[in-house]
């Protein structure tokens, strides 16, 4: 009798939110902190991996609770680099949404390899202690 596991079981429990930043939250936060009439930064925009790494490795922490999205952004840190590129308000703001956005890509696959392995190590171990004929 084979056993199966559904990944699917373990979807109410939301436990992606362990790992990912909540984007709307960061991106509101972000958009509340721009200065009314700012002047546009002089440097271009860098390429897309430049600004992903500086804002997942500079920006990005734990905020140490470990309860559900407690990834958190240093908002203000976070706009003081963006500000420095010549882009306008709603321009900083996708870009920060999209980079956000691309992070958590990589959040959520980390995620998804968490739970199949989680998935396999239980259907492995029920398998070999009530299957097995050399279980225990």
Not at 67 to 93: D, H, I, M, P
Request: aromatic content about 14%; charged content about 25%; overall charge negative.
């Amino acid at each position: 009798m084979p056993i199966t596991t559904n990944r699917a079981e373990l979807v109410h429990f939301r436990l992606w939110e362990y790992r990912v930043i909540d984007v709307e939250d960061a991106v509101t936060a972000f958009k509340q902190q721009i200065p009314r009439g700012f002047r546009n930064g002089s440097q271009q925009f860098p390429s897309i991996e430049e600004v992903d790494y500086k804002v997942s490795t500079e920006f990005i922490f734990e905020d140490g609770t470990y309860g559900r999205w407690g990834n958190k952004v240093n908002v203000r840190s976070a706009l003081n680099y963006f500000l420095q590129f010549n882009l306008s308000a709603e321009e900083l703001t996708n870009q920060f949404h999209n980079c956000l956005n691309r992070i958590n890509l990589n959040r959520y696959a980390e995620y998804d390899q968490d739970i199949q392995s989680v998935v396999n190590n239980v259907s492995n171990t029920c398998k070999y202690e009530r299957l097995d004929p050399s279980g225990p």
